[in-house]
């Protein structure tokens, strides 16, 4: 017999059902409390319902589990701090995009290593967001594989489309079908479009083939996510600016869609140093007291001590720097307090 399938698949390896990891990894009720009410939250800010300004805040990416808990008590008692202001939510991101190649996150490598063992990083991902909304905080992450929802997506409060994926039907049909308030980012080159037309498609049902949680594959039929919104992240140029977030809000009231934005104040905004981002938190502060309440949100890249770091994931885990980001540079824990306090005080 001729081969003529599968010519360049080395092997498969089925992977554990979602329902089975599901039943192993339960939520207990008082955590899915703390997720239903970070969903409503956000929903009521995007509205204008809730008044405060939301900042997501976290590591690039999780690669550590211990210093995201340490990270996550951190700011467990700082949204306790400023909730009258601030609505405070934990950036926990388990997935990267990569332009060629690099490390792909915690799901698809959590041990550093090279050996790929997507089975423990399932569970790990679990594990680490029930015990951060077992504080009380609620969690944000990047949704890349459109598997991973049927795995952790119960645990999360907001979503982000990334800027390489907005563009993707498969993304925006799961994005109709997501239970949380979805933001999907504008492309790399700092084009809106992309981003506008996958909040309309996410805002609308649709019919596509996905898994179910037994892990078959299924004809998935969505009701569409009404809360689809734009997060600005900048592109060839900056596009934190008053007359930059204008031009999007309009576009989104044109097409009938959420006008509220949320800033990045990193990655193109901040010209991808983790410098930059106290400025662009600053200057979106700012705005909002000149009166665009519409700006409704900012996200931060944060971790314990600031900058970033080179993993070469051949097993090197122990010879890194402790609460520094093996992916993008973030600014640390000190200067994320004191731009969150700053801002507090303004709006107060």
Known sequence: ???????????????????????????????????????QEIQDILTGADKRLMVIAGPCSIHDMDAAMVYARKMKALREEVKDKICLIMRVYFEKPRTTVGWKGLIN?????????????????????????????????????????????????????????????????MASGLSMPVGFKNGTDGSLTAAVNATQAANTPQHFLGIDPDGKTAIVSTRGNRFGHIVLRGGTTPNYDPVSVGKAQARLRERGLLDAVIIDCSHDNSGQKYTGQSFVF???????????????????????????????????????????SITDECISWETTEKLIHCAFDKLT
């Open 109 to 173: 490598d959590p041990f550093l290593d090279s050996s790929y063992n997507m089975e423990q990083g399932l569970r790990r991902a679990r594990a680490l967001l029930i015990d951060i909304n077992a504080l009380g905080l609620p969690a944000a992450t990047e949704i890349l594989d459109p598997i991973t929802p049927q795995y952790i997506a119960d645990l999360l409060s907001w979503v982000a489309i990334g800027a390489r994926t907005t563009e993707s039907q498969t993304h925006r049909q």
């Open 282 to 324: 600053k200057s979106a502060v700012d705005q909002r007291l000149e009166g665009n309440d519409r700006i409704v949100g900012l996200m931060l890249e944060s971790n314990l001590y600031e900058g970033n770091q080179k993993c070469k994931c051949n097993g090197d885990a122990a010879n890194l720097k402790y609460g520094v």
């Open 1 to 39: 017999m001729k081969l003529i399938n599968d010519v360049n698949v080395e092997s498969f390896l089925t992977l554990t059902s979602p329902e089975v990891i599901r039943t192993e990894l339960p939520v207990p009720d008082k955590t899915a409390d703390n997720v239903l009410a970070g969903r």
